[in-house]
């Protein structure tokens, strides 16, 4: 677990960094497993793909959701099997089909795709199972899909799917389907899983034969607000548990998929950040910390979004998710409070991560946490920008060792 020392501590050696927990990640895996029995998970690896995390996860036995030839490369490394590495993304080139093609399952996400992956096959002289990724005609409120540039509309896919069979080198065995991310609404979830096993069925029908898989994507998000409540993953999963079992009643061999990113990380990594300085200018208070934008863009995203915002704005994940997404923490033992902005070293106005806010009197050398740095957090951030020192990803594994 991290504990006030050992940031303290780690904080002697570096003015900032990210600490991810293990132990957490573990716990996370375990409550999915123990409770969505009957469901195979994958991790997204772009949310972090730190080396030590992704041991973790894939020591625990979750496969890998891969959106590049790389993250399909890195999941192989680490010994994940053909059948458990599924890629998906648009707009895979030539190479990222070739290299991929042996080792994961792919996932095709136009009509267009589906016919290059074809040709390679073709080329390579084998031929392959692959997926499609569906964009349906619904979504986790409602009953009618939106146009998006992900997937192939289900009644696309139904209407072409006919000429589609005439491919030789190719057989489509699986669709997968992520329209939302941190749904916070346990019904919602409910609803979209039905929904997708009812289309699942209406697109085995048309195939003539059972998929091997059904990939539900992600969709489970977790608190980043304080005003944000947890999602009852217990009763989230008897639930989707249910759906299943009577699925499997008539289609006993597919395996059912969801993928998870922030799920298992998110919350269990933290920044931490350190006080450079400390300046009085015309009324307001300045507290000068180690790399902000530049070492996690989210908080000063936040404040940027809600400068232009006219009321409260939509979510954008996952750049935006809230204005009060991530929480700060001085770690210091001073009592008497002051009001303070919180900005950053870089040479730029936006380098700002929170106005006016009330945190106990800081001085410098003084460390603050920021919470929900597990998820999108490192890998989103401009860390090259005026060429700062990058804040270290440091692991802190069950042993309670603290790795570089
Ligand atoms: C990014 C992504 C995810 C991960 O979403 P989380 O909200 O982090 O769980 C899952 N599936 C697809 C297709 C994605 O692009």
Redesign the pocket.
Known sequence: MITNDIIIEQSKKYDSFYLYDEEAIINNINRLKNNFVGVDFLY?V??NPHTLVLDTIFKNKIGS?A?SLNEVLISKEKGVSKENIYY?APGKNRKSIEQSIDIAVIIADSLSEIEFIDEIARNKGIVVNIGVRINPDFSFTGDFGGSSKFGIDEEQFIEKFPSLKEKKNIKITGIHA?VK??ELEKNNLVNYYKRMFKLSEKIQNVLGYELDFINL??G?GITYSPDDVEIDIESLAKETVGIIKSYKEKFKNTRIFI?????LVGKNGIYVTKVLDKKFSRKKKYVILSNTLNGFVRPSMSKTVMKYASSSPMPY?PFFTCEDAFQFKALTDRSDRETVNLVGNLCTAIDVIAEDISLPVLEKDDVIVITNAG?YASVLTPMQFSSQEKPPELFLNTKNEVIE
Do not use: V
């Open positions: 997204s772009k949310c959701d959106a998906s992520h991310s941190q994507g992600s489970i993928e998870t990113g922030r799920y994940e998820a």
